[in-house]
Structures are given as C-alpha cells and as structure tokens.
C-alpha cells in the first residue's frame, strides 16, 4: 500500500470518521493495486502448486479447498476497504456494493449462504456474481476479480 493510501487511512482513523462520501483517486488506485497483488500472489500459487503435483490430486484437491475460502476473505478485505462509505451515497439498487455487502454479511453472518436485504434491490440476473438468496457463495479467484473491477469502478463512479 502506498504513501497516500497510508496518509488517507491515517486521517480516516485521525477523525473517527462515520461514513465517507468522497475517496481520493490515489486512496482506490491504491485499493485496487492491493486487490491486484492478492489475486497475482494466489494465481502464481496454485500455477506453482499445479507444477509442483504434476499428475497428482492431494495438492490440486487442496488448492480447489482453498481458493472459496481465500475467494471470501478478499470479499471481506475489499469491504473494509471501504466499510465507512456512505449508505446514501452508496444507493440501494443491486449495484455492485450494495452486492458487496450483502455478500459480507452472509458470510460473516449465515455461514457463507447468501441471505436477502430487504433494504437493498439484489437481482441475481443483474449481479456480478449472480448469486441468489440460499445459494452458498465460494468464489473463485476470478469471480473476485470480477467483483473487485465492478465494486471499485462503483466506488469511483459514486465517491470520487
């Protein structure tokens, strides 16, 4: 993370800041270069694993395990990032934060099944993940990578 990600944390924290309508485009560039380097270190992870087992099942088998579990704490971590936005800026209509967070929530709260918002419109054909309430949500790397490129266009569109 860089300088002006750090400086932009420090005054979040500095002012016990309750919701934020405005990030600075370095503090989401910064975010964004953070999400880029978990998802490049998983993918060279499991290319290293899949050489590694060459023909083998034990490694794949727990690559395969581990990818929704690592899948769901980048969700989690790409929330926090951001836990402080504002509600009303952030809208209630099925964008991709709002999926974000009812995504966080599930996880957090209902053991990774995903649970309706009453608040928040979430239609599975129009999310990112297409998702709908019951379903278990395990993501792949590259359903967080797609997650992560919609969630933080959003947060550009919305508070920057």
Known sequence: MGAATRATLA?????HVLSMSKYTPEYVAGCRRLVDQQLASYDALATAAGKADAGGDALDAAVADFEPRFGASMLLA???LFV????AAEGKDGNPLNEVRV???????????MVAD???KLDPARSVLGLAVGDRIEPSAADV????DAFLAEIERRFV
Not at 103 to 113: A, K, P, Y
Not at 145 to 148: E, F, G, Q, T, Y
Request: aromatic share 0%; proline share 0%; with cysteine.
């Open 145 to 148: 990578a797609r997650m992560a």
């Open 78 to 80: 790409l929330d926090q």
């Open 103 to 113: 995504l966080c929530r599930s996880i957090m709260e209902n053991d990774g099944v």
């Open 118 to 120: 009453n608040g928040i």
């Open 11 to 15: 005054r979040t924290e500095e002012h």
């Open 84 to 87: 402080h936005r504002a509600r």
